[in-house]
């Protein structure tokens, strides 16, 4: 099984960089995505890691370190948009196709 | 390009009453179909996944069951919903040629139970 970890909530500000922390225990591993969700609404796809490093997309990146069991989203400058829930989600093994998702972090944008 | 698509978007169901959601995703064969669902201010709970017609796995026992009638069509039922299947429900789709590729969500179907 798999266990994922990330805070429930964070509050920066507008055009500031925030960072949104994600650490996984899993028997097996084949990838680890972030996805958006604004309330109310069905989560979007933001990023997709399978080796170390940063993957840079826009305004946002995230990075994996697979030894550590840790990833994070990092998100630049800030808009009042970006105000959402942001999901981790980890997919184990080869031949599994479904993620496991953690609770998400609500973050809040404020002016 | 592809799009998935579930309805009804939402709808008020008595208790023991039955379900019946929707989803079909077009521009693509052979999908990996998802039902999830996430309880208000929760994680998402992976349901059922298909891998092709008529193979379907559940992940959570319960009065909830899901059939893949057609290639793009993945249907969530239940013959008597309960209080506690008031969720938000969430079809999603994947390409099947990869184990890895990207899970995408449908609007999302919120059903309460009274």
């Known amino acids: 099984g798999q266990n994922i970890d990330q805070p429930t909530e964070m509050t920066a500000t507008e055009g500031a960089i925030v960072q949104i922390n994600c650490t996984y225990q899993t028997s097996g591993f084949n990838g680890l995505f972030w996805y958006q969700q604004h309330a109310g609404e069905a989560p979007t796809f933001l990023s997709y890691n399978v080796l170390d490093g940063l993957e840079e997309k826009g305004r946002f990146s995230s990075f994996l370190s697979r030894s550590k069991g840790y990833s994070y989203l990092l998100l630049k400058e800030l808009q009042m948009k970006d105000s959402a829930s942001y999901l981790c989600a980890v997919r184990e093994g080869t031949g599994r196709r479904a993620l496991t998702f953690g609770s998400g972090t609500r973050l809040q944008v404020q002016p | 390009s592809q799009t998935i698509h579930q309805w009804p978007a939402t709808l008020v169901q008595p208790v023991g009453s039955p379900l019946s959601l929707e989803c079909t995703v077009e521009g693509t064969s052979n999908p990996n179909l998802y039902w999830y669902r996430q309880a208000a201010g929760r994680g998402l709970q992976l349901l059922f996944y298909s891998v092709g017609i008529g193979q379907i796995s559940s992940e959570v026992p319960q009065n909830l069951s899901a059939s893949r009638p057609q290639d793009r069509q993945f249907i969530l039922s239940s013959k008597k919903l309960l209080l506690s299947d008031s969720s938000f429900y969430l079809c999603?789709?994947?390409?099947?040629?990869?184990?890895?590729?990207?899970?995408?969500f449908g609007e999302g179907s919120w059903l309460t139970v009274v």
């Open positions: 999603a789709w994947s390409e099947g040629s990869h184990s890895g590729n990207t899970i995408y």
